[in-house]
């Protein structure tokens, strides 16, 4: 019977061991976490905050890497973004130049196992126009304490961007009355009404004219100084 050299047991079993834990380290936690994207309401130019949390972590956290994009365009840009105090380990927010992503990443989270609720990072928005854009996850890792990978479903946000109103006081011609008469001139007499029973004095007179008159006047003279010169 052969024998297995003690050394070559050994060193299976610490391959074995080897595996073990670098399976345990790489295995997916399935706990139903879930990461959400709180809504935000903005005016127009105006900044609000979304909250990024992870709904329960019951291995604890060791630290995590998450990307939020804006789905929509022209609504609103990404303009900041900060992790609580507690998180010892960060990486400046990469937020890209238009401002509709941003990639967050923390370690050495300090969160116990079994807490729930828990704040990854608050991001700043800014209302650029009109209208809503959802804010989804579109890449998440999140790993425990015991270093498994937990896989977390998402739930996108939202913001809702007031436009800014266009006031316009009084009429574009003339005040709100609408008369564009220049200051001092009185208001023009109103035409006369084409439906109104009483007609408008007329400019002339309808009978003969003080020209026929005067004619007629002249031929009488005539007359009277023929018939004396009879």
Same mark, same amino acid.
């Given at each position: 019977?052969?024998?297995?050299?003690?050394?070559? %047991?050994?060193?299976?079993?610490? !391959?074995?061991?080897?595996? !073990?834990?670098?399976?345990?380290?790489?295995?997916?936690?399935?706990?139903?976490?879930?990461?959400?994207?709180?809504?935000?309401?903005?005016?127009?130019?105006? /900044? &609000? *905050?979304?909250?990024?949390?992870?709904?329960?972590?019951?291995?604890?956290?060791?630290?995590?890497?998450?990307?939020?994009? !804006?789905?929509?365009?022209?609504?609103?840009?990404?303009?900041?973004?900060?992790?609580?105090?507690?998180?010892?380990? *960060? /990486?400046?927010?990469?937020?890209?130049?238009? $401002?509709?992503?941003?990639? !967050?990443?923390? #370690?050495?989270?300090?969160?116990?196992?079994?807490? *729930?609720?828990?704040?990854?990072?608050?991001?700043? %928005?800014?209302?650029?126009?009109?209208?809503?854009?959802? @804010?989804?996850?579109?890449?998440?890792?999140?790993?425990?304490?015991?270093?498994?990978? @937990?896989?977390?479903?998402?739930?996108?946000?939202?913001?809702?961007?007031?436009?800014?109103?266009?006031?316009?006081?009084?009429?574009?011609?003339?005040?709100?009355?609408?008369?564009?008469?220049?200051?001092?001139?009185?208001? #023009?007499?109103?035409?006369?009404?084409? $439906? &109104?029973?009483?007609? &408008? *004095?007329?400019?002339?007179?309808? $009978?003969? $004219?003080?020209?026929?008159?005067?004619?007629?006047? #002249?031929?009488? #003279? @005539?007359?009277?100084?023929?018939?004396?010169?009879?």
């Amino acid at each position: 019977m052969t024998r297995t050299p003690t050394r070559t %047991v050994a060193a299976l079993a610490l !391959l074995a061991g080897l595996l !073990l834990v670098g399976g345990a380290g790489t295995a997916t936690a399935d706990d139903g976490a879930q990461l959400t994207v709180t809504n935000a309401t903005v005016d127009e130019n105006e /900044t &609000s *905050t979304l909250r990024l949390a992870l709904s329960r972590a019951p291995a604890g956290l060791s630290g995590y890497e998450v990307t939020l994009v !804006l789905s929509e365009s022209g609504v609103a840009e990404i303009t900041n973004a900060s992790y609580p105090d507690t998180f010892q380990l *960060t /990486t400046e927010p990469a937020i890209t130049g238009d $401002g509709q992503r941003v990639t !967050l990443e923390a #370690a050495v989270t300090d969160t116990p196992p079994g807490a *729930t609720n828990v704040t990854l990072a608050t991001v700043e %928005v800014t209302g650029t126009g009109g209208g809503t854009t959802a @804010v989804r996850v579109t890449d998440a890792q999140v790993d425990a304490d015991n270093g498994s990978r @937990v896989a977390p479903a998402y739930s996108a946000g939202s913001v809702a961007v007031e436009p800014l109103s266009n006031d316009g006081g009084g009429t574009q011609n003339g005040d709100e009355t609408g008369d564009d008469s220049p200051e001092g001139s009185s208001p #023009a007499a109103p035409a006369d009404d084409p $439906g &109104s029973d009483e007609s &408008s *004095t007329p400019t002339g007179a309808a $009978g003969p $004219g003080f020209g026929v008159i005067v004619a007629l006047a #002249a031929l009488l #003279a @005539v007359a009277l100084l023929a018939r004396r010169r009879r």
